[in-house]
């Protein structure tokens, strides 16, 4: 596993400017980038996704995001489920540079961000790209049913977990 030369350049990038604004910051890689680090093959994507996990206290988030963004890497809010600061980590994996230190989430965790997504893309990444074959599937089907609760409306069948529902029958 290792990031693609896109990911690490943005990530030097970023350092750089963290140095200079003597920031320490950490982040959480998501997105298409984490499927590329978690699976071989996943499908090519260009953009960085990133969730903002802890920043420090003298900077104000629209800087941190002004320094992200000029570092091409883009700071997503649209996740909702799962929070930020209850995603599971694969802590061998943490990349640390001098001012800089990103997270990659478990492979249970990516898939939860597609599961509870209402986006076709989504669903198809579930269904093609091999996320599910190298998830535990009973840890996974217990987080879905742990996160249903705070989605506003579980009944939504635009949501990918209602419409893959026939997909993880198989897995019970």
Not at 122 to 151: M, R, S
């Amino acid at each position: 596993m290792q990031l693609t030369e896109i990911v690490a350049s943005s990530f030097e990038v970023l350092n750089e400017t963290l140095q200079e604004k003597d920031w320490n910051i950490s982040l959480v890689l998501i997105g298409g980038q984490l499927g590329a680090y978690l699976l071989s093959d996943f499908r090519s994507t260009f953009d960085v996704d990133v969730l903002i996990k802890d920043i420090p206290r003298d900077a104000n988030r629209k800087e941190v995001e002004q320094a992200l963004y000029q570092s091409n890497l883009e700071s997503v809010t649209v996740v909702e489920i799962p929070p930020v600061e209850e995603i599971e980590f694969k802590n061998e994996d943490t990349i640390k540079y001098s001012n800089l230190t990103v997270y990659i989430p478990t492979i249970e965790y990516f898939a939860l961000t597609k599961i509870f997504s209402a986006r076709d893309k989504d669903e198809a990444d579930l269904k093609e790209e091999g996320i599910l074959q190298e998830c535990n599937i009973e840890k996974l089907l217990e987080l879905i049913d742990e996160y249903k609760k705070d989605v506003l409306n579980p009944n939504n069948m635009n949501y990918n977990f209602n419409s893959l529902e026939k997909l993880f029958e198989q897995y019970k």
